[in-house]
């Protein structure tokens, strides 16, 4: 009986030292960016896109310091929706803008992404609202850089398209 729990218990260890998983600050993968920016503008704000890398130590700061926090603000929690783009996700599928389906990676080519993190703020026809803040930049003012995006793309939202 010892043993056969022994067997378990250390199949179940080893299981979880194996599972792939997610990194720690990682925030939900995009899936359907013409859906999910039409979400957020129903919700009257922009989606929020980060750029970035397994690799990115700044990725990861910036994602815990300030997106984390960011969707759990009561400010902003039912006004933006946050997605993360892999930039080297080449096997993750997901529909682009247009609704094409595309991958992690060749959106950020597309979007002409180099460096990352960039964060991003768009609209529901896959236009940029705001600036995109690229790098992690400082820190005393990051919060400050998100909520002016913010701010400006909720303004551009509310604005009348221009007309052709």
């Given at each position: 009986m010892i043993r056969r729990w022994a067997g378990l218990l250390g199949g179940l260890i080893l299981a979880c030292l194996t599972?792939?998983?997610?990194?720690?600050?990682?925030?939900?993968a995009a899936v359907d960016l013409r859906g999910?920016?039409?979400?957020?503008n129903r919700a009257g704000g922009p989606l929020i896109v980060i750029?970035?890398?397994?690799?990115c130590k700044y990725c990861e700061a910036v994602k815990r310091d300030y997106l984390k926090p960011l969707a759990t603000n009561p400010r902003y929690q039912d006004r933006i929706l946050i997605r993360q783009i892999n930039q080297d996700g080449d096997e993750q599928a997901l529909t682009?803008?247009?609704?094409?389906?595309?991958?992690?990676?060749?959106?950020a080519t597309a979007e002409k992404v180099k460096l990352v993190p960039v964060v991003a703020f768009y609209g529901p026809d896959g236009r940029q609202l705001a600036?995109?803040?690229?790098g992690a930049r400082l820190p005393d003012f990051y919060p400050s850089y998100l909520e002016t995006a913010i701010e400006q793309s909720t303004a551009a939202l509310k604005a009348k398209p221009p007309a052709h």
């Amino acid at each position: 009986m010892i043993r056969r729990w022994a067997g378990l218990l250390g199949g179940l260890i080893l299981a979880c030292l194996t599972a792939p998983t997610l990194g720690a600050t990682d925030l939900p993968a995009a899936v359907d960016l013409r859906g999910e920016a039409s979400q957020a503008n129903r919700a009257g704000g922009p989606l929020i896109v980060i750029y970035s890398r397994k690799d990115c130590k700044y990725c990861e700061a910036v994602k815990r310091d300030y997106l984390k926090p960011l969707a759990t603000n009561p400010r902003y929690q039912d006004r933006i929706l946050i997605r993360q783009i892999n930039q080297d996700g080449d096997e993750q599928a997901l529909t682009d803008f247009k609704g094409l389906a595309s991958t992690h990676a060749r959106v950020a080519t597309a979007e002409k992404v180099k460096l990352v993190p960039v964060v991003a703020f768009y609209g529901p026809d896959g236009r940029q609202l705001a600036e995109p803040i690229v790098g992690a930049r400082l820190p005393d003012f990051y919060p400050s850089y998100l909520e002016t995006a913010i701010e400006q793309s909720t303004a551009a939202l509310k604005a009348k398209p221009p007309a052709h």
